[in-house]
Nanobody, 132 residues
Framework: QVQLVESGGGSVQAGGSLRLSCRVSGLTFGGSDVGWYRQAPGSECLLVSASRQDTSTYYADSVKGRFTISRDGDKRTVYLQMNSLSPDDTAVYYC??????????????????????????WGQGTQVTVSS
């Protein structure tokens, strides 16, 4: 059974930092892309960062230079270090794991909602709230 468990969300003031974690089980970790999506109230769901099987990474323009994604194979965990947070980063953040390259095809795609069936395995989401 595939399971993704996110942690690390919370409330911070603008300019602060948070680190999200996503522990993956039941899936070949090294053979999977893992991405972080976010959905703010009233907005669509968007992939903000991804860690690919080949160790390359992706960042949406809105988070480039502020967020860093990394993975620890021994812990089967992907991290999203978020720095210089702003109220615009307030959202529910979801991690998703995918061994079939689906995440790669969702770069720049605005999904109606998260999680999205048929696009890999998803965690339950973790709330990030940034106050001004």
């Amino acid at each position: 059974q595939v399971q993704l468990v996110e942690s690390g969300g919370g409330s911070v003031q603008a300019g602060g930092s948070l680190r999200l974690s996503c522990r993956v089980s039941g899936l070949t970790f090294g053979g999977s892309d893992v991405g972080w999506y976010r959905q703010a109230p009233g907005s669509e769901c968007l992939l903000v960062s991804a860690s690919r099987q080949d160790t390359s990474t992706y960042y949406a323009d809105s988070v480039k230079g502020r967020f860093t994604i990394s993975r620890d194979g021994d812990k089967r965990t992907v991290y999203l270090q978020m720095n210089s947070l702003s109220p615009d980063d307030t959202a529910v953040y979801y991690c998703a794991a995918d061994p079939l390259g689906i995440i790669q095809r969702l770069i720049g795609v605005r999904l109606p909602s998260c999680p999205k069936s048929g696009t890999g395995y998803w965690g339950q989401g973790t709330q990030v709230t940034v106050s001004s």
